[in-house]
């Protein structure tokens, strides 16, 4: 499976983004996608993750109320709905595909190649 994210850019606090992330491979549908993200001098960290179906979700707390995760598997596209963003949203966001849901990286077996999301105070 490859991955490729959009949807990245810069945006004023309180804006809104949508994320996308394109997956070749016709197995796109039998896996768990997530999103992660990374900002300067910070690990990596769980974003959200959706199931093979779309019917389970999970969110970090920092993001939930505020991200919506979805997928589309006929376009083999997995979305992330930004509102409501501040300053502490600034990373750079992957998307991963697994065959587990779960929010460890360790979990994820392909990785897209980021989007920076940079958000003005």
């Known amino acids: 499976v490859q991955l490729q994210a959009s949807g990245g850019g810069l945006v004023q606090a309180g804006g809104s983004l949508r994320l996308s992330c394109a997956a070749s491979g016709r197995t796109f549908s039998s896996y768990a996608m997530g999103w992660f993200r990374q900002a300067p001098g910070k690990e990596r960290e769980f974003v959200a993750v959706i199931g093979w179906s779309g019917g389970t979700k999970y969110y970090a707390d920092s993001v939930k109320g505020r991200f919506t995760i979805s997928r589309d598997n006929a376009k083999n596209t997995v979305y992330l709905q930004m509102n409501s963003l501040n300053p502490e949203d600034t990373a750079v966001y992957y998307c991963?595909?697994?065959?587990?849901?779960?929010?460890?990286?360790?979990?994820?077996?392909?990785w897209g190649q980021g989007t920076q999301v940079t958000v003005s105070s």
């Open positions: 991963a595909a697994g065959l587990a849901l779960s929010r460890a990286t360790r979990v994820y077996d392909y």
